[in-house]
């Protein structure tokens, strides 16, 4: 899904506003959380610490949608 992969942008820049657009965009169009969780996976894997910052951003709005 096209969403999933500008999530996984998203996280990469480091930008909590496209990151919440995103994620709910993906949501709208039928993403489940575990799709959602890999995403940021994947951006950990090749960008370390700061996407793991920043994958925390995902996972707080997770929770509230």
Request: proline letters at 2%.
């Amino acid at each position: 899904m096209h969403e999933l992969i500008v999530l996984a942008v998203a996280v990469t820049t480091r930008c909590y506003e496209c990151i919440a657009v995103h994620m709910t965009k993906a949501i709208e169009l039928g993403a489940i959380k575990r799709e959602i969780v890999e995403a940021p996976d994947v951006v950990i894997a090749l960008n370390a610490g700061a996407a793991l910052t920043y994958s925390a951003c995902v996972f707080d709005a997770l929770q509230t949608n």
